[in-house]
């Protein structure tokens, strides 16, 4: 066999003809690996991929049922319960319903002034609250468990603050508190010595208390303060 032959066998599988059609594109070897479009191995982006990457639970049941009753043990103005978010959903969409009471009409201003309704994908929305940002999902109390787990399987189960930022920018109603209380108990997290989390776990809740970092969207109390007591309902 001359060099020439030799050398189109031992061909970069990455450096491929057009081929013409009709006709099934041939394999290559390099080496003694063969090399063709049945064998070349996919790379998948992990931060990208709609599919989980673990069939391990993430969360367990019990771990969802701690998150419950944690929330109600420590509530927070920046969350939205399912009544709070079906009564914003109100405010946007039913314009001819009209404040009855100075507290009503503070309600509508907020709605209007921070969220808005997507009736294509049936979605309440936060308006983004810096220019370059988009509107952020809302999400309510009883959905943050599945919307962490969902966020940290997609991005290959990275830490707490990497997990916090993705969360961060694409949905409104959770705290970094709720990510972190999560995390300690991700189950596939705690099978990687790298990612298990340092000392005692009542040391980490009262961290989880002081981690006041959320969205830079004003609350109701804080808009309903600010509003000119010469405004009346209309």
């Known amino acids: ?36 479009p049945e064998t070349l191995p996919m790379r998948q982006n992990h ?3 709609n599919q989980p990457l673990h069939t391990q639970d993430t969360f367990t049941q019990d771990t969802k049922a701690a998150f419950l009753q944690y929330l109600k043990e420590n509530p927070s103005r920046h969350r939205v319960s399912e009544a709070e978010k079906n009564n ?7 314009f001819g319903k009209r404040p009855s009471s100075q507290q009503e009409f503070s309600r509508r201003h907020y709605a209007r002034k921070t969220f808005t309704w997507d009736d294509h994908s049936q979605n309440l929305l936060a308006f983004a609250s810096k220019t370059g940002e988009k509107n952020r999902t809302v999400v309510t109390e009883d959905k943050i468990a599945d919307v962490v787990e969902l966020v940290h399987n997609r991005n290959g189960h990275a830490g707490w603050d990497a997990t916090w930022r993705d969360i961060r920018c694409s949905y409104h109603g959770i705290l970094r508190a709720d990510v972190i209380f999560l995390l300690k108990q991700c189950q596939v997290c705690a099978g990687n010595p790298r990612k298990r989390p340092k000392g005692p776990v009542g040391d980490m809740l009262s961290y989880q208390l002081n981690a006041q970092d959320t969205y830079d969207l004003p609350s109701f109390d804080d808009l309903f303060s600010s509003l000119d007591t010469s405004e009346r309902p209309v």
């Not at 066999?1 to 009709?22: F, K, N, W, Y």
């Not at 914003?88 to 039913?94: A, R, S």
């Open 88 to 94: 914003l959903i109100e405010w946007l969409v039913n």
């Open 47 to 49: 931060k990208m991929s």
């Open 1 to 36: 066999m001359g060099v020439r032959a030799q050398s189109r066998i031992h061909l970069d599988c990455r450096r491929t003809r057009p081929v013409e059609a009709g006709r099934r594109p041939r394999a290559y070897t390099v080496g003694k690996v063969a090399c063709g």
